[in-house]
T-cell receptor, first 110, second 115 residues
Framework: LAKTTQPISMDSYEGQEVNITCSHN???????ITWYQQFPSQGPRFIIQ???TKVTNEVASLFIPADRKSSTLSLPRVSLSDTAVYYC???????????FGGGTRLMVKP | GAVVSQHPSWVICKSGTSVKIECRSL??????MFWYRQFPKQSLMLMAT?????????EQGVEKDKFLINHASLTLSTLTVTSAHPEDSSFYIC???????????FGPGTRLTVT
């Protein structure tokens, strides 16, 4: 299983761009990278998924370098409601994207 | 689309009793469902993987006789915590996946408190 390493916590202010980096040095060829957001007492919510280069959707961007050993979730112009824990998961088929790392606790301040 | 529900959202039970938690995929058929447990301020820990019509696969350290999982249909999986003890108090979350797609859809979670 590809293990992930993320910063334990990050602080930011409203309106700023936040970049959370995840290391996954032993990512396999068929592994995808997926990010989830979790609020207290709720299930994780899918944010974005990618395989290589850059992926963008309405809420975030995901940057993946050529070696794929890390990835960066970019949240543009965060608001207080973005305060949550963000998890990076790595995996491919056969159900091996099931291991949650410690996650990054993002605190957005006014 | 891709909504997963759990019932109940919270439950309090007495030590020694059993509690059943349901996980349903509302608008899609889930070939695989997963059960996680999460303690306060900790990450999610996978307990077991269940495929419709077959026995669940439990992670190391998870007692299969204590945490009974049934996946009788493509839209319903149940987790029964048998002979619950206070240390079983936790947040239980299920997720569902369609085929070999990488994305998992998570339920809202069930808060279990054993007194």
């Amino acid at each position: 299983l590809a293990k992930t390493t993320q910063p334990i916590s990050m602080d930011s202010y409203e309106g700023q761009e936040v970049n959370i980096t995840c290391s996954h040095n032993n990512i396999a060829t068929n592994d995808y990278i997926t990010w989830y957001q979790q609020f207290p007492s709720q299930g994780p919510r899918f944010i974005i998924q990618g395989y290589k280069t850059k992926v963008t959707n309405e809420v975030a961007s995901l940057f993946i370098p050529a070696d794929r050993k890390s990835s960066t979730l970019s949240l543009p112009r965060v608001s207080l409601s973005d305060t949550a824990v963000y998890y990076c998961l790595v995996g491919g088929n056969a159900g091996n994207m099931l291991t949650f790392g410690g996650g990054t606790r993002l605190m957005v301040k006014p | 689309g891709a909504v997963v529900s759990q019932h109940p959202s919270w439950v309090i039970c007495k030590s020694g009793t059993s509690v059943k938690i349901e996980c349903r995929s509302l608008d899609f058929q889930a070939t695989t469902m997963f059960w996680y447990r999460q303690f306060p301020k900790q990450s999610l820990m996978l307990m077991a993987t269940s495929n419709e019509g077959s026995k669940a696969t439990y992670e190391q350290g998870v007692e299969k006789d204590k945490f009974l999982i049934n996946h009788a249909s493509l839209t319903l999986s149940t987790l029964t915590v048998t002979s619950a003890h206070p240390e079983d108090s936790s947040f239980y979350i299920c997720s569902a996946r369609v085929g070999s797609l990488e994305e998992q859809y998570f339920g809202p979670g069930t808060r279990l408190t054993v007194t």
